[in-house]
C-alpha cells in the first residue's frame, strides 16, 4: 500500500471512528453528515465520496464496529486469563458496551444480525465456530459439564445477555459479578467433587 492509499484508509477510518462516536451516543437519525465531517474533520463531500450516503455510512459503520468488537473477543480468547474469567469478560463486556451504545444505534444493529446481511452471517458462523471451540476446551478442561450441549449453553449465555442488557438489571448484577459466573458454572447446588 503507497503512502496515498495509506492516506486515504486512515482518512475513511477517522470517518468511521467519528461517524460510530456519534451513532452510539446519539443514535443514528439525530446525527447528521456535517457533524459527522466536523468530528472526523473533513468535509461533508469528502464523506459522501467514500460512502455515497448517510445509510452506506451507517451500514459501513455498522461492519467497522463488529470488526472491532470481535477483534477483542479473539484477543481476549488467546489470552493467558483463567477460562473462568474469559466467561466473566465475556458476559460483562458484552453487557457494558449494551449499555453505551444509544437504543437507536442498538436497534439499527439488531436489524442488521437478523437481515441478509451476507457479512454479518460470516462473522456468526466465525464466531458460533470460535465459541464452539471456546467451550469445548472448557470441557476438556473441567470447567463446563460435557453432558450439556453447547447449544444449550449458547442459548443461556445469550439469554444472560440480554437480560443484562438492560440498565437497571446491570447496574445490579455488575457488583454481583463473580457470584453470577460462578452461578453461571455450577449453578444453585454449586461445585461437586464426584
Known amino acids: 500500500m503507497d503512502g496515498f492509499e495509506r492516506r486515504r484508509e486512515q482518512k475513511k477510518n477517522n470517518i468511521l471512528d467519528a461517524a460510530l462516536r456519534l451513532f452510539q451516543k446519539y443514535g443514528i437519525q439525530k446525527v447528521s453528515i456535517a ?14 465520496n467514500y460512502f455515497e450516503s448517510k445509510h452506506k455510512l451507517a451500514d459501513d459503520v455498522i461492519v467497522y464496529y463488529i470488526e472491532k468488537e470481535w477483534s477483542k473477543a479473539e484477543e481476549l480468547l ?11 469478560q465475556i458476559i460483562f463486556r458484552n453487557t457494558e458496551a449494551v449499555n453505551e451504545i444509544h437504543e437507536d444505534f442498538y436497534q439499527y444493529l439488531m436489524k442488521a444480525y437478523t437481515s441478509e446481511n451476507q457479512y454479518i452471517n460470516k462473522y456468526i458462523e466465525k464466531s458460533l465456530s470460535r465459541l464452539t471451540e471456546f467451550l469445548n476446551t472448557g470441557k476438556e478442561q473441567g470447567y463446563i459439564d460435557p453432558t450439556i450441549s453447547n447449544e444449550a449453553i449458547l442459548f443461556f449465555i445469550q439469554m444472560f445477555d440480554d437480560y443484562l442488557s ?7 448484577a455488575l457488583p454481583l459479578s463473580e457470584e453470577l459466573t460462578k452461578l453461571c458454572f455450577y449453578g444453585i447446588v454449586g461445585k461437586r467433587d464426584d
Do not use: H, R
Open 35 to 48: 457533524e459527522i465531517a466536523k468530528e472526523a474533520n473533513v468535509s461533508q463531500v469528502t464523506i459522501y
Open 78 to 88: 488467546d489470552s493467558d486469563l483463567s477460562f473462568s474469567e474469559k466467561i466473566k
Open 166 to 172: 438492560k440498565e437497571e438489571v446491570y447496574k445490579k
